[in-house]
C-alpha cells in the first residue's frame, strides 16, 4: 500500500497528558499537511511543510501543539498538556508540488483522539 | 471565518438519478476549487477538481460547474449509484500555499 498511512487509529488520553501522532505520506511527496476535523465540520489546516520547513502555523494550532517532520520524510504532530476540546479526528496529507501544475492531496485515514 | 459553505447537510436522491452538490465561497483569491468524497472511518477522497480558468470538469459520471462571478460551484453525479452514498467534501485552495479551505460536507444517501 503505497497511501497515506497513520498511527495511532485512534487515541484515548486522560486531560492534561500529552499525546504524539505519526504521519507516513507518499515516498515523493515533498508537501505534508495536518488538518483537524471535529463532528460535523469539514477539516480545518493546522500546518503543513514542504520537505523539512515547516511554513505556516495555523492559529488554531495553540503553543501546546508541535509538529515536526525531520528528514522531509514523516511527520509527528505532539499536543501537550491534553485538553478535552482537542477531541476531533486529526487528518494527514501529502502532495507533489512541482513547477506550475496543481497536484491534489492524499489523506490518510487519520487519528481519532478522545481526551477524557 | 467559513470561507467555503455547503449548505444542504444532507441529500437522498434515488440509484439512477442525478445528485446535485452545491459550494459556495467568499475568498476571490482561491484558485482551484475540489471535491473530496468520505466514507466513514476514512480519511477523504480526491473525486473531482477544477481550475478558477474553466468554468466545466467532467470526469465519467461527475461534472463539476464552477461560476466565478457568484463564487458558486457544483457537483453533478449521474447516474446516482448506492456506492455514491457518502460525505462531500467542497473544498478550495490558492495557489501559493496550496492549503485546503473545506466546507462542512454534505451526506449523499442514494436509495435503491
Known amino acids: 500500500d503505497t497511501g497515506v498511512s497513520q498511527n495511532p487509529r485512534h487515541k484515548i488520553t486522560k486531560r492534561g497528558q500529552n499525546v504524539t501522532f505519526r504521519c507516513d505520506p507518499i515516498?515523493?511527496?515533498?508537501?505534508l499537511y495536518w488538518y483537524r476535523q471535529t463532528l460535523g465540520q469539514g477539516p480545518e489546516f493546522l500546518t503543513y511543510f514542504q520537505n523539512e520547513a515547516q511554513l505556516e502555523k495555523s492559529r488554531l494550532l495553540s503553543d501546546r501543539f508541535s509538529a515536526e517532520r525531520p528528514k522531509g520524510s514523516f511527520s509527528t504532530l505532539e499536543i501537550q498538556r491534553t485538553e478535552q476540546g482537542d477531541s476531533a479526528m486529526y487528518l494527514c496529507?501529502?502532495?507533489?508540488?512541482?513547477?506550475?501544475?496543481?497536484?491534489?492531496?492524499?489523506f490518510g485515514p487519520g487519528t481519532r483522539l478522545t481526551v477524557l | 471565518d467559513q470561507q467555503v459553505k455547503q449548505n444542504s447537510p444532507s441529500l437522498s436522491v434515488q440509484e439512477g438519478r442525478i445528485s446535485i452538490l452545491n459550494c459556495d465561497y467568499t475568498n476571490s483569491m482561491f484558485d482551484y476549487f475540489l471535491w473530496y468524497k468520505k466514507y466513514p472511518a476514512e480519511g477523504p477522497t480526491f473525486l473531482i477538481s477544477?481550475?478558477?480558468?474553466?468554468d466545466k470538469n467532467e470526469d465519467g459520471r461527475f461534472t463539476v460547474f464552477l461560476n466565478k462571478s457568484a463564487k458558486h460551484l457544483s457537483l453533478h453525479i449521474v447516474p446516482s449509484q448506492p456506492g455514491d452514498s457518502a460525505v462531500y467534501f467542497c473544498?478550495?485552495?490558492?495557489?501559493?500555499?496550496?492549503?485546503?479551505?473545506f466546507g462542512a460536507g454534505t451526506t449523499v444517501t442514494v436509495r435503491a
Open positions: 496529507a501529502s502532495s507533489l508540488i512541482a513547477g506550475e501544475s496543481y497536484n491534489e492531496q492524499f
Open positions: 515516498s515523493e511527496h515533498n508537501r
Open positions: 477544477i481550475s478558477s480558468i474553466k
Open positions: 473544498a478550495a485552495s490558492g495557489l501559493d500555499d496550496y492549503k485546503l479551505s
